[in-house]
């Protein structure tokens, strides 16, 4: 059973910076395509960033970069110029797949998830 765990959220004011980490284990990180969602209170669960298992095939805002370190089991989101906006709880979630550069969009798509990481941006 994968296992995810999310790391690198804090408070930070609005213009700066965060990296978000999602380690795996109990399988590897490899084999998996990993995305990233957030929810923040009263709203629903949003896409964020999405990587494919190979790292080819990504999906990100402007603002944010997404990498992976196979070798190590996890999947960075480094978020720049933040807005209070981005205020959420950030989830990575991830999934088996044969293919090596697909990525997923929803949630539904995704079958093991973490628990989360509390971001919050002042103005």
């Known amino acids: 059973q994968v296992q995810l765990v999310e790391s690198g959220g804090g408070l930070v004011q609005a213009g700066g910076s965060l990296s978000l980490t999602c380690e795996a284990s109990g399988g590897a990180i490899g084999l998996l395509s990993v995305g990233w969602f957030r929810q923040s209170p009263g709203k629903e669960r949003e896409f964020v960033a999405a990587i494919s298992r190979s790292g080819r095939g990504t999906y990100t805002p402007a603002r944010f970069t997404i990498s992976r370190d196979n070798a190590n089991d996890r999947v960075s989101l480094r978020m720049n110029r933040l807005q209070p906006e981005d205020t959420a709880i950030y989830s990575c979630?991830?999934?088996?797949?044969?293919?090596?550069?697909?990525?997923?969009?929803?949630?539904?798509?995704?079958?093991?998830w973490g628990q989360g990481t509390q971001v919050t941006v002042s103005a």
């Open positions: 979630a991830a999934r088996e797949t044969t293919s090596s550069a697909q990525i997923f969009y929803t949630a539904a798509e995704y079958t093991y």
